[in-house]
């Protein structure tokens, strides 16, 4: 067995290849959406499982105060961004008396509109729940941005926006959502902050 230290050279390697080969035209796609919202004073919602719900609760920050720069005192619109993976009672109150598959989609039939927009998060595109979720956006008229790696599954088909990790691999899948987040949310400080200083 290799010790971790060449364990780490190959991931970091696996890693580059990984970034080397993603296609950044849902990128673009993916900020007018988020700027779309924001300028309409849309809610945009985040959802994922596991290490995805980890990257949802992390993207919801960022979006939400990183767009804002370090001491979050922007003079700009603000970002409406909720993560659903962050209310931990409503979920485990659908999960346990009706069914998990429901945890993300009920409380969006509670708050989302038709013209908000949801950020799906599954490495393998087929998670049940989430699958469930993208079916109930589409029924309110909700805009679906999906994150996914693994060919994408059935998320990737479902999304109005795809981006697609390639990759089979969990961690280097997650490791570029995480990514994608901080490119996301960099860019649209940037440009809020010099839209603002003319």
Request: with cysteine; proline share 4%.
């Amino acid at each position: 067995m290799k010790n971790a230290g060449e364990f780490a050279k190959d991931y970091i390697k696996g890693l580059k290849d990984v970034l080397d080969r993603i296609p950044l035209g849902p990128v673009d796609e993916i900020v007018r959406a988020i700027e779309q919202a924001q300028n309409e004073r849309r809610q945009i919602f985040v959802i994922g499982n596991g290490g995805s719900a980890a990257t949802a609760s992390h993207m919801m920050n960022d979006l939400c105060k990183g767009t804002l720069g370090h001491q979050g005192d922007a003079p700009w619109p603000r970002l409406r961004v909720i993560a659903l993976t962050d209310n931990v009672s409503l979920m485990t109150a659908w999960a346990n008396d009706t069914d998990y598959n429901h945890v993300f989609s009920e409380p969006l039939k509670n708050l989302a509109q038709r013209g908000d927009v949801l950020i799906a998060i599954s490495a393998s595109g087929n998670s049940p729940n989430i699958l469930a979720a993208v079916d109930a956006a589409k029924q309110i008229g909700v805009k679906v941005i999906g994150l996914t790696g693994f060919g994408g599954g059935k998320l990737g088909k479902a999304a109005d926006i795809n981006f697609l990790v390639p990759s089979d691999g969990y961690g280097p899948v997650e490791d570029v959502h995480m990514i994608l987040d901080h490119i996301i949310t960099g860019y649209l400080y940037e440009k809020l902050k010099e839209t603002h200083s003319r």
